[in-house]
């Protein structure tokens, strides 16, 4: 058996806008070889950076529903996991079911503090919260490395590929070139160009153009093997990406591509014996740990009605579903019709449109009835917004950005109308901001601000350290000693 050295697998976890599609792009922009600087690249769900003479493999499909199903078939794709946390936003929901996965994965984890270059920048709470959810990191009584670095200014980020060499280096990852071909899918598709699309990872053996390759679900012959820069490729080597054209049907993620023609009883009798010596082995580990359904409680399910450009693209789709979380009110294939508004108003879904266009009478009938359309040509976009739907049933200000906070001190009464006399502790408080008025840690209610005042002047903003009043255009607002007025905007404005 020649058994060689071959590149890590990485896989970037961590909260949604906690920054890993950010820091994946900047290490893909600054590390890949100079002969495909300013080249054109596409999304095939991995691609190969290099830090000093080292290949390392990343896969970027975001989230966990792949890494679920990989897991769940048995294929365990992933040498190293990074966790990517947020420096002023510390541990999150999908950060705890991240760390549920490391656990399982039994595989090492670097942690990755992104956002340092913000102002809120807390990195000792990170790690004191990281403890408590039990990954034990360095300076804190563990062992698990933690880089800090901004995925924006690429501070930092050359630390964090340092250390996965080391990794890499001390768990010298190895397979054998000559060995039965072993690959596994991360992605497929229906391409309404080049057919059936399927993108791997070799794990063993070596994968070439010509070759007959099958899976559980699908057979065919490689046509065309590429890597992310589109670049045709004479072979593939374990540790490295490829995407796969030649499949007749659709392969499904997770599953293992295999040479039709090889023999694999020695691999089986291998699997076997490991099977006997681990009592988890073959157990289905996706429910355990942390409870997404158990947040959003019983009735709280993100609804959608998905429509497509062809059956396999539909079908890849609502494979990455969590049917736990989500309810698929209706699916189909074309144009989105004002029957479609018409189901998606009755149950209050929201209409998913991948690779098709909306005409602009479906578009304001829709804006009539009060139903959402998303519109959407990349499937991981769609799969990243579709977590950040389902977080928000948990967490209604998941997508808000805190700008100020004021503590009521006073109430006074004038003409009839109550005033609160507040001190602004943090940031800025403006006439027309979005609020919230937050009793503990309960919403209250959502103010509107109808007047500032500083002494007898009318004014449009207060700022940190400073005292004003305030009316609200509710007059029946409850607002009491101690409540605090919070201000914020969207995250995407």
Request: no cysteine; hydrophobic share 40%; proline share 3%.
């Amino acid at each position: 058996m020649a058994v060689q050295k071959r590149p890590p697998v990485i896989t970037i976890m961590g909260h949604v806008d906690h920054g890993k599609t950010s820091l994946l792009d900047y290490i893909r922009k600054t590390r890949v070889t100079a002969r495909e600087a300013g080249g054109i690249t596409q999304h095939i769900g991995a691609y190969q950076a290099e830090y000093q003479g080292n290949k390392l493999t990343f896969i970027d499909t975001p989230g966990h529903a792949a890494f679920n199903k990989m897991r769940q078939r048995g294929a365990q794709v992933t040498d190293i996991i990074v966790l990517v946390v947020a420096a002023d936003d510390g541990v999150k929901p999908q950060t705890i079911e991240s760390i549920r996965h490391i656990h399982e994965a039994k595989v090492p984890v670097i942690v990755a503090i992104n956002k340092m270059d913000m102002p809120g920048a807390d990195p000792m709470l990170v790690k004191s919260q990281l403890v408590e959810h039990g990954i034990s990191v360095q300076g804190f009584g563990g062992d698990i490395d933690v880089v800090e670095l901004s995925a924006k200014t690429g501070s930092g980020v050359d630390q964090l590929l340092e250390t996965l060499a080391l990794t890499a280096e001390l768990h010298n990852y190895e397979a054998d070139p000559a060995a039965p071909l072993k690959a596994v899918v991360i992605e497929s598709s229906l391409d309404p160009r080049r057919g059936s699309v399927a993108s791997v990872i070799v794990q063993q053996g070596t994968l070439q153009p010509r070759q007959d390759i099958q899976t559980d679900s699908a057979e065919g012959r490689v046509r065309l093997l590429t890597n992310e820069q589109g670049e045709q490729l004479q072979s593939v080597l374990p540790g490295s990406p490829a995407e796969i054209i030649g499949f007749k049907g659709v392969a499904v993620v997770g599953e293992i591509v295999k040479d039709a023609h090889a023999d694999y009883s020695a691999d089986a009798a291998i699997e076997a014996e490991a099977a006997q010596e681990d009592p988890a082995a073959g157990l289905d580990l996706s429910n355990a740990g942390f409870d997404f359904e158990a947040m959003l409680g019983e009735k709280q399910k993100l609804k959608l009605l998905i429509k497509a450009d062809v059956s396999g693209t539909l079908e890849a789709i609502v494979q990455t579903l969590d049917m736990d979380n989500v309810e698929l009110v209706g699916s189909g294939l074309g144009q989105v019709t004002d029957g479609d508004i018409e189901l998606a108003k009755a149950t209050e879904a929201l209409i998913i449109a991948f690779h098709i266009k909306v005409n602009n009478g479906i578009k304001q009938n829709a804006k009539n009835e009060g139903v959402r359309i998303k519109q959407y040509d990349v499937i991981y976009h769609l799969i990243e917004d579709l977590q950040k739907q389902m977080l928000k049933l948990m967490d209604s200000t998941i997508d808000e950005v805190i700008t100020g906070e004021a503590e009521v001190m006073q109430i006074f009464e004038m003409k009839g109308e109550r005033i609160a006399g507040v001190r602004v502790k943090t940031g800025t408080i403006r006439k027309h901001d979005l609020l919230h008025l937050k009793r503990g840690e309960e919403i209250v209610m959502n103010p509107v601000i109808k007047s500032m005042m500083h002494g007898k002047q009318e004014i449009d903003e207060i700022n940190a350290k400073n005292e004003g009043g305030m009316t609200f255009k509710n007059r029946k607002l409850d607002f009491r000693i101690g409540d605090v007025i919070v201000a914020y905007k969207m995250a995407d404005e």
